[in-house]
């Protein structure tokens, strides 16, 4: 793999704006994995916050129509 072309905006898993839980002002939420950690019981998951420069070996460059 090319990682010089590797970049989570450019990933099929990134989700560039962020919940209302999990605002991010310059990244966004990777998506390959379900949440994994969890602060207490009676919460939600928390998905992966990524920089939209960062990039991981699940990288899948997204496909656009
Ligand atoms: S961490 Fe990996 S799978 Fe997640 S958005 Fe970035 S490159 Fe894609």
């Known amino acids: ?3 010089d072309k590797a970049a989570c905006n450019e990933c099929a898993f990134f989700e560039d704006h ?3 839980r999990q ?3 310059d ?3 990777c ?3 379900p949440p994994v950690t969890q602060p207490d019981a009676n919460e939600r998951g928390l ?3 990524v920089a939209t420069n960062d990039w991981c070996g ?3 460059p997204e ?3």
Do not use: I, K, Q, S
């Open 1 to 3: 793999m090319d990682h």
């Open 18 to 20: 962020g919940t209302e």
């Open 23 to 25: 605002h991010t002002d």
């Open 27 to 29: 990244g966004g939420l």
């Open 31 to 33: 998506r390959f994995n």
């Open 47 to 49: 998905w992966p916050v």
């Open 58 to 60: 699940h990288f899948a």
């Open 63 to 65: 496909h656009r129509a």
